[in-house]
């Protein structure tokens, strides 16, 4: 049990009337004058008292706020930082129903025997006794499993195994990959940099942008995070760019591949945000489909996070949940490849991490490279 119904309330109540709960702040300075102002994604509940900057993004029209400085305009914001938390929003009582060990993410044994009947179910009460309608009610197919450590898809294109440099970078000539999201995209970054030497852009490795060049085998690899709100280290406004902008400055075609992974940042704030976002995203990845037959997209989703009192008000599974079903239902129909980061991470034996450990990436980066390069009988059947 993740969370008791009691929580889910709670959690739905927060994320609805406090969206505003994790905030931003942005450097604005001219000469010597400098301020810092808090920032956020949603109109504040003191609007318009308090005059605000709007860097609404003028291509996707993704909104974005920040106070304005006392002394200077809205066009000398210089960068974007994480601010920090508010305090908790809810009561003690409320609090007694996110304790680790207790009531979040604690194993329900059973009291009795540990299988279950499944009835057939009653439409307008009449039982459905044809037993392959019965079957489809409760048919569950999963995204794959874990065997002798290695991840093995249920249908599909087949997981290959690249244990070797040689075979990855075999697999990778030729190709751009272009990487955009949150820093668990960044760990695939980071894994592929291993077998690719990274060029040194000066930039700081938590924020980037990220690039490795093997000009001997005409590999490309970049890596660049998602606009706000981004939880991150103070980065430049220049550097900050939105998923669906940069897709639409690619080219595309069959030597290109583009992998995203847009989730974690946004489980506090209420799920019109995500919808908005996945909204541009989608537009954009149909228009470089179109412009660039051959294009590989493939898409990271949520996975479990570990958990207690605090980040459960702001990064709960609950939230990722729920973002998770509208990534998947947003991008049903095209053309692109879906790693199921939440089943991988679930049917791992590691422990609940925001950033998956070493043996979960590899299994996620092979997959890739399995659709990067698969294998000519794939391609045949």
């Known amino acids: 049990m993740v969370h008791s ?142 065997y002798q450590s290695y991840w093995k898809p249920v249908g599909g294109t087949p997981a290959r195994r690249f ?29 592929l940099s291993a077998f690719i030497p990274e060029f040194n852009m000066h930039r700081s490795k938590m924020v980037g942008p990220l690039m490795a060049v093997d000009s001997k085998h005409n590999i490309l690899l970049k890596y660049r995070c998602h606009g706000p709100p981004i939880r991150i280290k103070p980065v430049v406004v220049s550097e900050l760019r939105y998923v669906a902008n940069e897709l639409d400055g690619l080219a595309g075609g069959p030597d290109t591949v583009v992998l995203f992974s847009v989730w974690a940042h946004f489980t506090s704030f209420p799920v019109e945000v995500y919808i908005r976002r996945m909204r541009h995203i989608r537009r954009a990845t ?23 009192q605090t ?29 199921d980061a939440w089943e991988m991470t679930l049917a791992h034996h590691s422990a609940h991490n925001i950033h998956p450990p070493p043996p979960v990436i590899k299994n996620m980066v092979d997959l890739v490279l399995a659709h990067v390069c698969p294998d000519e009988t794939d391609k045949k059947s």
């Not at 908790?88 to 304790?99: G, N, T, V």
């Not at 970078?169 to 760990?187: F, P």
């Open 5 to 146: 119904s009691e929580a889910v309330a709670v959690l739905r109540r927060l994320r609805e009337r406090w969206p505003n709960r994790i905030f931003f702040h942005s450097l604005y300075r001219a000469g010597n004058l400098s301020e810092t102002t808090a920032c956020l994604p949603c109109l504040p509940p003191d609007y318009p008292q308090r005059p605000l900057c709007n860097h609404t993004d003028p291509h996707t029209g993704e909104p974005w706020y920040c106070y304005k400085p006392e002394r200077l305009g809205c066009d000398a914001r210089v960068n974007h930082a994480m601010g920090g938390y508010q305090k908790p929003l809810y009561s003690k009582q409320e609090a007694l129903l996110f304790r680790s060990g207790v009531n979040l993410k604690v194993v329900l044994h059973a009291s009795g025997p540990d299988s279950i009947d499944v009835l057939p179910q009653k439409i307008d009460g009449q039982k459905l006794e044809n037993s392959s309608t019965r079957a489809e009610l409760v048919k569950y197919t999963p995204a794959g499993y874990y």
């Open 163 to 191: 244990d070797t440099s040689s075979s990855i970078t075999q697999c990778l000539t030729g190709k751009v990959i272009n990487m955009y999201g949150d820093s668990t995209m960044r760990q695939w970054f980071e894994y």
């Open 286 to 308: 149909v228009r470089l489909l179109a412009r660039g037959p051959g294009t590989l997209v493939v898409i990271r989703s949520a996975n479990f996070v570990a958990m207690d």
């Open 311 to 339: 980040t459960s008000t702001h990064s709960s599974d609950w939230f990722s949940l729920q973002m998770d079903g509208v990534l998947r239902a947003m991008f049903q129909g095209l053309a692109v490849v879906l790693v």
